[in-house]
């Protein structure tokens, strides 16, 4: 079965440093999310892209956030200069539908846990 | 304000018995709820997604109702085994405007022993 794979695994950045999380969604999906959960919190919405634009973006997604999907195949997750409480798991997740309107279900990733020290 | 609670926080079954997980939602207006299982370590995995019509759906041993009236929904696990030790999420979408939101639940996490 086709999955989300996400990588690296585990990101250690320093504090203020660029970072990067990549995501490879399911080649037919058309819909692409991050998410993000803050070790024993909820996870929470950060972002969704569709039609190679941003659809809809929680409050956390500030400024130090963007997204982009360079080529046909990768979703990345870029946080500019990173701050000690951006230390979380990252999920990327894709469908095929627009998750809030529909059913069609989302295929989540195993995350990357970005460290920030 | 949106919300989404699960209870219990968490919760401890012998292998081959019945348990069910309680969602209630104030999230408006209403598009869908999903409950999604999460091992640890992993990313959640859909179990089921239910629109305002509908009041029960089935995945295997999983089992979810929805009353969108008293905004509460339950997934119900049928024999359990071992392998459904994982934290359960309620996720509940609210529709169509551009400040739409997803709103998660803090999930129950499950245990089953042998």
């Known amino acids: 079965e086709p999955e989300v794979t996400q990588t690296p695994s585990h990101q250690v950045t320093q504090m203020g440093q660029e970072v990067i999380l990549r995501c490879v969604p399911i080649?037919?999906?058309?819909?692409f999310y991050w998410y993000r959960q803050i070790l024993g919190q909820k996870v929470e919405f950060l972002v969704s892209?569709?039609?190679?634009?941003?659809?809809?973006k929680s409050e956390i997604f500030d400024d130090q956030f963007s997204v982009e999907r360079p080529d046909g195949s990768n979703f990345t997750l870029k946080i500019r200069s990173t701050k000690l409480e951006d230390s979380a798991m990252y999920f990327c997740?894709?469908?095929?539908?627009?998750?809030?309107?529909?059913?069609?279900?989302?295929?989540f990733g195993d995350g990357t846990r970005l460290s920030i020290l | 304000k949106n919300q989404v609670e699960q209870s219990p926080q968490s919760l401890i079954i012998l292998e081959g018995k019945n348990c069910t997980l309680q969602c209630n939602y104030t999230v408006s207006p209403f598009s869908n709820l999903r409950w999604y299982k999460q091992d640890t370590g992993r990313g959640p995995v859909s179990l089921t997604i239910m629109t305002f019509s509908e009041n029960t759906k089935s995945n295997g041993r999983y089992t979810a109702t929805l009353d969108a009236d008293t905004k509460q929904s339950s997934l119900h696990i049928t024999a359990s085994q071992l392998s459904d030790s994982a934290s359960y999420i309620c996720v509940v979408s609210a529709g169509y405007s551009s400040a739409s939101k997803i709103i998660f639940g803090s999930g129950t996490r499950l245990s089953i022993r042998p």
């Open positions: 080649s037919n999906h058309l819909y």
């Open positions: 997740a894709s469908s095929t539908g627009v998750v809030r309107q529909n059913n069609q279900p989302q295929h």
């Open positions: 892209f569709y039609n190679n634009e941003i659809s809809e």
